[in-house]
């Protein structure tokens, strides 16, 4: 069964506030995580990943934190705008084979 | 730049008809290669992975197949779908299988077996 998994299948954030969406894996031996961003009829796109060697990695408008004690990871999208309207996935690298949790759709309130 | 192409967008088939979905990547060389299943509301489901030409690993037992008749060039394939077959279909491409690097997607197929 998968092992990655998130705690909210919506969130609702209002436009220009700060977004957290999160994820709980099960696997102490996963070494990388890949947040995805998926628009509705297309592809999942890449936005950032994270090494187990790190707990913190910024890009443009997002972070996201790995807490290898308690399992967790998250993502934060500073500034949420309508354009983050999507549904977001976690993805775990375990047996050299990406797994993906269910997803997050994140809704953004005008 | 790399980029990845999946064709066609749409396709409603009808139970017991073939199916062939292809995949193209452009911009890399041995690239590893995966089609992924999503269900209406779900998370993706590996189905097939490729680390080279004529090189297919099947996750999952199904209805379905999967070839690399050239390096860059993945196809998945059904002799008869099933109702159960339909969903969206996605091809994805990695410079590295195992070494940590991210899946790129291409749009996806959505299929319809009616």
């Known amino acids: 069964g998968e092992s990655v998994g998130l705690h909210l299948p919506t969130l609702s954030v209002q436009e220009g506030d700060n977004s957290i969406i999160n994820c709980a894996y099960s696997?102490?031996?996963?070494?990388?995580f890949i947040w995805y961003k998926q628009e509705s009829g297309k592809g999942p796109q890449f936005i950032i990943d994270?090494?187990?060697?790190?707990d913190k990695r910024q890009g443009q408008r997002v972070t996201v934190l790995l807490n290898k004690t308690v399992k967790h990871l998250s993502l934060q999208i500073a500034a949420t705008q309508p354009g983050d309207s999507a549904v977001y996935f976690c993805?775990?690298?375990?047996?050299?084979?990406?797994?993906f949790g269910k997803g997050t759709r994140l809704h953004i309130l005008p | 730049s790399q980029t990845i192409h999946q064709w066609p967008a749409t396709l409603v088939q009808p139970v017991g008809s073939p199916l062939s979905l292809e995949c193209t990547v452009e911009?890399?060389?041995?690239?590893?290669l995966y089609w992924y299943r999503q269900a209406a509301g779900r998370g993706l489901q590996l189905l097939f992975y490729?680390?080279?030409?004529?090189?297919i690993s099947s996750e999952v037992p199904q209805n379905l197949s999967a070839s690399r008749p050239q390096d860059r060039q993945f196809i998945l394939s059904s002799k008869k779908l099933l109702l159960s077959d339909s969903g969206f279909y996605l091809c994805?491409?990695?410079?590295?299988?195992?070494?940590?690097?991210?899946?790129?997607f291409g749009n996806g197929t959505r299929l319809t077996v009616t």
């Open positions: 993805a775990e690298n375990r047996d050299d084979k990406i797994i």
């Open positions: 994805a491409w990695s410079r590295d299988r195992g070494s940590n690097s991210p899946l790129h």
């Open positions: 994270i090494r187990s060697n790190m």
């Open positions: 490729s680390v080279g030409i004529g090189q």
């Open positions: 911009g890399t060389s041995n690239p590893n």
């Open positions: 696997n102490s031996a996963s070494d990388y």
